[in-house]
């Protein structure tokens, strides 16, 4: 496909495309890989935002924040706090949906990742417990918030241009592409992390070091505000605007008739959304608990096991193209099963942690890697926007926004069997999920329409 930008994109006001006019943007053609691009860079920023929180949520916050409690019971108040993301998610995706239809695409973008990069760059500038009290939890819970609400206005629609566009034998490859950002941005965020860790000692990493990876969130942000504005201007995004194959429908009216679809739609992904936490989160605070552990080593193997997740996600797109998306994702739930019985003995070995790293991002690359095009694909053109953004929203809801909360609390009583538990449940559910909805099964095959 041939993407030429255009200043009449229905998305984009009239201020918005005087600035592409300025910009020289209605000039520019824009190739396929420059939308696979402009995709990547978009959900890389969105993961590197939300990794550095959760890395931080239990290096940082336990005793920054809430040091008046017991290192157990921290813990679990920094992990609750870190779940009011994912509640407050829909809400913004129900509120700059409203932004979109009014304002347009450009300006629900421009305020959605400013307030995501300013909510992430504001929690380097907040004091500790020890200077303002309880107004530090109360400034950590609202900046969260932030986060949570501002990634719900940051769905642009981008993902579902290349799936639009995927010819019919591609679009396991195409629907994979989204999904690299998770791995690149987690990468980023491990690794800057672990060079403070490696170079610090602790007292000023929990003074000023762990700061910095909040302030780059902002430009990083900034930088991907910009690579997706280019591309909604792009004439292939205003037409299919316009069919309202990407505009954004009253989600009540969006609801009313597809409320089954968007319940059994987050439920289809569940394996891996729960996978996602618990192989780059839960482990971090593991292997904390030895005294005798490097974190900062640890994250470099989680590293690692990011790059192994790119290679998975690569590789998801050919074999969903030979075997179909639906038994792709069936077979990788059987496969967080197996991962799920054998974790508590990983777990329970030495050097057990890495083996269990190392397997979780390689299975998550496969399964994670055609979630996005298994939500997309549940709904017709006129409500695939609006479905596929509030149909993620609940998914990474239920499946991973409570998962370090649940495993970490569940350690205290059952051990690592409790992430035994937790991955097998999430893989029923997504089993579960397939066999309800025959329509939606027969959808992820290669043939049908993303």
Request: hydrophobic share 55%.
């Amino acid at each position: 496909m041939a993407l030429v930008s255009t200043p009449g994109a229905a998305s984009s006001t009239g201020l918005e495309r005087d600035a592409l006019r300025a910009t020289g943007g209605q000039h520019n053609a824009i190739a396929p890989a420059d939308v696979a691009i402009g995709v990547i860079i978009g959900r890389s920023s969105e993961a590197f935002s939300f990794f550095v929180y959760g890395i931080a949520s239990v290096l940082v916050f336990p005793q920054v924040v809430f040091p008046f409690a017991a290192p157990k019971v921290a813990i679990l108040y920094s992990f609750a706090v870190f779940s009011l993301s994912f509640l407050a998610r829909p809400l913004g995706s129900v509120t700059f949906m409203w932004v979109d239809r009014h304002f347009g695409r450009g300006t629900k973008l421009t305020v959605a990742l400013i307030l995501l990069g300013g909510s992430t760059a504001s929690i380097a500038f907040l004091p500790p417990y020890s200077a303002i009290g309880y107004l530090s939890i109360l400034g950590l819970i609202l900046f969260r918030c932030g986060q949570g609400f501002a990634l719900g206005g940051a769905w642009d629609g981008l993902a579902s241009l290349l799936a639009l566009n995927a010819p019919p034998s591609k679009r396991g490859r195409f629907a994979m592409i989204p999904q690299l950002g998770a791995p690149i941005g987690f990468m980023i965020a491990a690794g800057l992390f672990s060079y403070f860790l490696l170079n610090l000692d602790e007292a000023d990493f929990l003074d000023w070091g762990w700061r910095y990876m909040f302030f780059v969130a902002f430009v990083i942000n900034v930088v991907a505000l910009f690579a997706r504005l280019r591309l909604i201007a792009t004439r292939e995004f205003a037409e299919l605007y316009e069919s309202r194959a990407l505009q954004p429908t009253p989600v009540i009216a969006m609801l009313r008739t597809n409320w089954r679809t968007v319940l059994i739609g987050a439920f289809v992904p569940l394996s891996s959304y729960a996978l996602y936490h618990l192989v780059s989160i839960y482990p971090v605070w593991y292997v904390g608990l030895d005294p005798h552990r490097s974190i900062g080593g640890f994250l470099l193997i989680q590293c690692v096991g990011a790059v192994v997740q790119v290679i998975g996600t690569i590789a998801s797109g050919e074999i969903a193209d030979g075997i179909g998306r639906r038994n792709l994702i069936g077979t990788c739930a059987v496969g967080i099963v197996v991962l799920g019985l054998i974790t508590p003995f990983l777990l329970g070995s030495e050097g057990g942690e890495t083996v269990f790293v190392l397997l979780g991002f390689g299975l998550l690359g496969l399964a994670f890697g055609q979630a996005g095009g298994a939500v997309a694909s549940n709904f017709s053109g006129a409500d695939r926007y609006t479905g596929s953004a509030l149909t993620t929203d609940l998914a990474w809801m239920i499946g991973a926004g409570f998962a370090p909360l649940v495993a970490i609390g569940a350690y205290e009583v059952a051990g690592s069997w409790a992430v035994c538990a937790y991955l097998i449940s999430g893989a029923a559910c997504t089993g579960a999920a397939l066999a309800l909805n025959k329509r939606l099964a027969h959808q992820f095959e290669p043939a049908a329409t993303p």
